[in-house]
């Protein structure tokens, strides 16, 4: 079975690269794009998956001229085209860098269509932060019973 999800650390070395974890390169090679993401923490799609992305973004009837000006100028006005190199490195330009608050220690997080990149500091205070959060949610969705599956998979 493959997950598409998983997260991997990794180090930001002196010239502002991180390493895509070895497992995850087949998928995320080529041509990319990087972009601010919803938190601080850097975005990495593919170019496909980014236009779907910023047509989204762009173009809702729920937002205001003003707020999709703003979503334009936080995520769309920030992607940027990179490629990775032959040892699976990309560049994290430094704008994006400074706006995800990476230092040295990373998490390269896979989400369903994207890499996020993390400080990892950064990404467990958060987390810590939010914990009455996901707490309250995952008691909503009665959290006990999310994880009880007979041999069947039914819940």
């Known amino acids: 079975m493959e997950l598409k999800t998983g997260n991997y650390p990794t180090t930001l070395d002196d010239k502002g690269r991180v390493s895509i974890p070895a497992r995850l ?3 995320y090679s080529g041509e990319l794009v990087i972009t601010w993401g919803m938190k601080p923490c850097a975005w990495v ?3 496909d998956v980014w236009e779907r992305v910023a047509e989204k973004l762009t173009n809702s009837d729920l937002i205001t001229e003003e707020e999709r000006l703003l979503i334009e100028h936080k995520y769309v006005n920030q992607a940027q085209v990179l490629e990775a ?4 490195r990309i560049p994290i330009p ?3 860098r400074r706006y ?6 990373c ?3 896979s989400a369903e269509n994207r890499l996020e990149i993390w400080d990892e500091e950064f990404f467990f205070s958060f987390l810590e932060d ?4 996901v ?7 009665g959290s006990l019973k999310l994880f009880r599956v007979n041999a069947g998979g039914n819940g």
Do not use: C
């Not at 190199?85 to 699976?88: E, P, S, V």
């Not at 995800?100 to 220690?105: G, S």
């Open 25 to 27: 390169r087949d998928r």
């Open 85 to 88: 190199d032959k040892a699976g």
């Open 107 to 109: 998490l390269v997080i």
């Open 100 to 105: 995800a608050r990476l230092t040295k220690e």
């Open 94 to 96: 430094a704008t994006v």
């Open 45 to 47: 799609m593919k170019p």
């Open 130 to 133: 939010n914990q009455e959060a």
């Open 135 to 141: 707490q309250a949610a995952m008691n909503k969705m």
